[in-house]
């Protein structure tokens, strides 16, 4: 009788697995350091949207990727405008209209650092709503108290449930 329930598990696990390769909501890919990180696919069922009077707030993870992604929208008036793009810092002052940031816990160094400012360049928002996502970005950025730059670019494109 044991192998026949070993059977019926690991069935069930192969149906759980691709059950949860189905929430996958899309791809984001970052390049920095020298290093490229794909989310392919972004996690849906651990991903995240907030959106309120103050803004759109993305949080955007994928199981086999350590690296995750924080896009935050202050502008809602993008949200009619359907896409835009922001050069950066000069459309962050006086008031932030947009962040993007990074986080990395396998990153050398204090927490602190482990966390990355994308904080000179292009952001081109392609498509967004309060589910939805496309954006293009280049330019460069920097650990969270540390003002080393460094090259960051990368694509994002989701979808979340």
Not at 31 to 41: F, I, K, R, S, Y
Not at 129 to 140: H, I, K, M, T, V
């Amino acid at each position: 009788m044991r192998p026949l329930f070993l059977i019926l598990l690991t069935s069930s696990l192969v149906t759980a697995g691709a059950l949860a390769a189905e929430t996958g909501a899309g791809r984001a890919t970052v390049t920095m350091e020298g290093a490229t990180h794909d989310l392919d696919p972004v996690d849906g069922a651990s991903s995240t949207v907030t959106s309120d009077d103050t803004g759109v707030l993305f949080y955007l993870t994928a199981t086999d990727q350590p690296v995750s992604i924080n896009f935050n929208l202050f502008d809602r008036s993008v949200l009619t405008q359907g896409s835009v793009d922001f050069t950066l810092p000069a459309d962050n002052a006086p008031k932030a209209r947009v962040e993007l940031s990074f986080f990395n816990p396998e990153r050398e160094g204090r927490r602190l650092q482990r966390r990355i400012i994308f904080s000179e360049g292009t952001i081109t928002v392609r498509r967004i709503s309060e589910r939805s996502l496309a954006l293009d970005f280049d330019g460069q950025g920097h650990p969270l108290m540390d003002a080393t730059m460094f090259p960051i670019r990368g694509t994002i494109e989701v979808d979340l449930p």
